[in-house]
Nanobody, 120 residues
Framework: QVQLVESGGGLVQPGGSLRLSCAAS????????VGWYRQAPGKQRELVAAITSGASTNYAESVKGRFTISRESAKKTVVLQMNSLKPEDTAVYYC??????????????WGQGIQVTVSS
């Protein structure tokens, strides 16, 4: 059973920094991509950042230049470094791993979600 464990959330002031980590355990062996999504109350879940097995990255326009996504060489930990945080970054953040399959887009695994609150 694949499990994703997120850590590093909390309350920070505007302009502050936070580092989110997500570690995968269980039988996931071929990872197509990893990423972070977020969802604010009453809003749809949106992609924040993602990185593929080929090291290509994709960021939401609203976080470019402020957030950085990275992976450890073991490929089972993904980190989101969040700098210059704004109140509009407040949301529940979800870790996502996509397992590679022979045909199709892949199999998605999700973390439980971790709260990030940016407020003075």
């Amino acid at each position: 059973q694949v499990q994703l464990v997120e850590s590093g959330g909390g309350l920070v002031q505007p302009g502050g920094s936070l580092r989110l980590s997500c570690a995968a355990s269980g039988g996931i062996f071929s990872i197509k991509s990893v990423g972070w999504y977020r969802q604010a109350p009453g809003k749809q879940r949106e992609l924040v950042a993602a990185i593929t097995s080929g090291a290509s990255t994709n960021y939401a326009e609203s976080v470019k230049g402020r957030f950085t996504i990275s992976r450890e060489s073991a490929k089972k930990t993904v980190v989101l470094q969040m700098n210059s945080l704004k109140p509009e970054d407040t949301a529940v953040y979800y870790c996502n791993f996509v397992e590679r399959v022979l045909i199709g887009p892949g199999i998605d695994y999700w973390g439980q979600g971790i709260q990030v609150t940016v407020s003075s």
